[in-house]
């Protein structure tokens, strides 16, 4: 049996728009470059058929990756999950109480991830330490770079 992955609709939606645009913009336009990289003739020499060979395999292998995961992908209705605690897709509002800085990171599937969107992966060590706390709670993490004390602001599951 294969596990199911949790997703949020949102992290569906870019994933297929990503698998979108490699099948219909990248994939066609990396086979012009193939031909027209042949038709300079001896494919031994020449770097730019072997470029754009090697950018086809890394373009092939990210779509078998993007088709996989939504093929397994458990889309998560997050208009259910609304409760005081914390849980898969929630948005969680955190207060440093050492440096009083303020932030806020979504809790989402593995391959929806992204530090930069503050995206966290339900997996991460940081997102676990989150699960079933409820605004107003403090809490202790181990980071790399010691103990931090964070207070849950808020806590949201608007999708």
Known sequence: MMKRAPMTSKGAERLRAELERLKSV??????QAIAEARAHGDLKENAEYHAAREQ??????????????LSTAEIID???LKGPRIV???TVGLADEDSGEEISYQIVGDLEADIK???????SPFARALIGKSAGESFEFQ??????????VSV????
Do not use: C, H
């Open 88 to 90: 898969f897709g929630a």
């Open 143 to 152: 980071a790399p770079n010691g103990t931090r004390r964070y207070e849950i």
């Open 56 to 69: 086809q395999g890394f373009v092939e292998g990210r779509i078998q990756e993007l088709e996989a995961a």
């Open 117 to 123: 969107q503050r995206m966290l992966s339900v997996s």
């Open 26 to 31: 990248e994939r066609p336009a990396i086979i």
């Open 78 to 80: 997050l208009s259910r």
């Open 156 to 159: 949201d599951y608007g999708d």
